[in-house]
């Protein structure tokens, strides 16, 4: 259960991690490359949402625009919905 409720347009989400591939060059263990787009599912949208998608929606979305939201030893990834590129099917 989300104790976080977006407001004002925002969209409480997650991101779905994919898996890594295996490189041909040698890379730290820990390095991740990091991609101007990412799929995130929805868990909760503000009652005045005009977003189609519903919650446990999966999403892509410009990571740049994710915010991370830290309260109360907790963490939250929101976006404002116009951020939302499109719904993965």
């Known amino acids: ?15 779905v991690e994919k898996e890594q591939e295996k490189s041909q060059v040698l890379v730290p263990d820990d390095y991740i ?9 929805i868990l909760s949208l503000p009652r005045d949402s005009q977003c189609p998608s519903g919650a446990g929606s999966l ?24 951020y939302i590129l499109g719904t993965i099917k």
Not at 61 to 75: A, G, L, P, R, Y
């Open 59 to 82: 999403v892509a979305v410009e990571n740049s625009m994710v915010q991370e939201i830290n309260v109360t030893d907790d963490k939250y990834l929101v976006v404002l919905e116009n």
């Open 1 to 15: 259960m989300n104790k976080f409720v977006p407001h004002n347009r925002y969209v409480l989400i997650e991101r």
């Open 33 to 41: 490359k990091e991609e101007p787009h990412g799929l995130y599912k």
